[in-house]
């Protein structure tokens, strides 16, 4: 079975931030890599419902269209039990400190069994303080352990 990834919104979005800077660039640039093996079926892109309610919120109508037309043509919708992920996410919300959304979204990547990606170093940092039981990291670690090229 090929592994499946979970690029939050953070991470998605790298492509439309300001690339004048050269992290911004970098991580754009792995995004874009991670999300050509996607295209090509070395990994699988988890979706969940998190994504969905993020990416409605976005005000650039373009963004939203291309983010959602990815998730839609790209992504998976692998079932899991919701009772355990909302629980989970309320122990990363009211344990850890966590925020709601990135609570949700490190708690549906735990389900799905997926590496998480984000651009956020906050919440990676988090993430390795409380044990989280699958890999995370930034989209240029992912691409430097997956030795993708």
Known sequence: ?????YL???ALCRPFDDQSYIRIKMETDAVNLILSKIREGEYRLAVSVV???EIEAISNHLEKLQLLSILDKYGIDKRVNLKNVRKRSEELFNKYKFGVADAAHVAFAEALE???ISCDDR????CKKCNIEIWCGNPI???LKEDLK
């Open 1 to 5: 079975m090929k592994k499946i990834v």
């Open 8 to 10: 939050d919104v953070c």
């Open 51 to 53: 994504h969905i309610k």
């Open 114 to 116: 997926a590496d998480f």
């Open 123 to 126: 919440l990676l940092k988090k």
């Open 141 to 143: 670690d992912f691409c």
